[in-house]
């Protein structure tokens, strides 16, 4: 019976996989969660040729199921856990990325663990916690997750605790009842927006009305910006270091002013050596 599902369970994952590049082909696939495409995108080639590394897999397993002895087997087993492991590791970013895992993803990774179970049970037990370790070191890693970062309407301060500029900024705001949402530097996707438009120092001050953005940056240009706004005098006061109208990330509308003399640094750990001084702490809404 094990050496018939050898090669029987092989033969259903090759089925299972063309028929998706089939489908694929057509524009029609099971492989469509958005985890799924995001990984995908962090791929150097076309994710297309996964499925045909996956077919090949499957083919050498096929192959190899029809020898006997020793070393054909070893070698059936080594080409299982190695596939098993790729697509631990496909899985494990999809999940750190995005909650929603793909459906085909999962079959190929059922019958795969289906596969070096048949092959050999104490190998698969002793794999256990290599496939555990691979899901837990992707969870520590800072990729950017799926997530908006901004939905409504409104303004948001990207800002750190330890940046006086970030409090000189809030200040203000408070004491002239201006709301807003803060949005912690250290979050990987608001580090990753900024880099994105070259900004490498907070505070950042987004302004979202309906599809376009404005962008502050420096607790200067912010509170400038608010003061000419008051007074009726916005378009005399501003002045744009760099401005931009395009499709920007599906922003509609992009406009970026500031001066990066007058914030602290960018980064994903925020400390008082990001800026000049640490004094106190953070009470932003």
């Not at 083919?59 to 054909?72: E, Q, S, T, Y």
């Not at 900024?169 to 580090?191: G, Q, V």
């Not at 607790?219 to 378009?235: Q, R, V, Y």
Request: aromatic content about 10%.
């Amino acid at each position: 019976m094990r050496d018939k599902l050898k090669v029987a369970l092989p033969a259903l994952l090759l089925v299972y996989i063309a028929l998706e590049t089939i489908l694929k082909s057509y524009n029609i696939e099971l492989c469509s969660s958005t985890g799924c495409e995001m990984a995908g995108s962090l791929l150097k080639f076309n994710s297309t040729y996964l499925n045909y590394l996956g077919m090949l897999g499957a083919f050498a397993l096929i192959v190899l199921a029809f020898f006997k002895g020793k070393n054909a087997h070893t070698l059936y087993t080594t080409v299982a856990v190695a596939m098993v492991i790729f697509e631990s590791i496909l899985i494990a970013s999809q999940l750190n990325l995005n909650p929603e895992l793909c459906k085909f993803c999962l079959g190929v990774y059922s019958f795969l663990l289906l596969i070096l179970l048949n092959a050999n049970w104490k190998l698969f037990l002793g794999l256990v916690p290599a496939i555990v370790s691979v899901f837990v070191a992707f969870s520590f890693l800072a990729i950017p997750k799926n997530k908006t970062l901004i939905s409504q309407n409104g303004l948001y301060l990207i800002a750190s605790p330890t940046c006086p500029h970030c409090k000189k900024t809030k200040k203000y705001l408070k004491e002239h009842a201006i709301e807003f949402r803060t949005i912690p530097a250290s979050d990987i996707n608001a580090f990753y927006f900024a880099k994105t438009l070259g900004i490498s120092q907070i505070p950042i001050a987004i302004q979202k009305e309906g599809t376009s953005y404005k962008v502050l940056v420096g607790d200067k240009k912010i509170i400038e910006h608010f003061e000419a706004k008051n007074s009726n005098l916005e378009k005399e006061q501003k002045t744009p270091i760099q401005e931009s109208v395009s499709e920007v990330n599906g922003l509609s509308k992009l406009n970026i002013y500031g001066d990066e003399q007058e914030g602290c640094s960018l980064s994903l750990t925020a400390t008082a050596s990001d800026c000049e001084a640490n004094d106190g702490g953070e009470n932003g809404k």
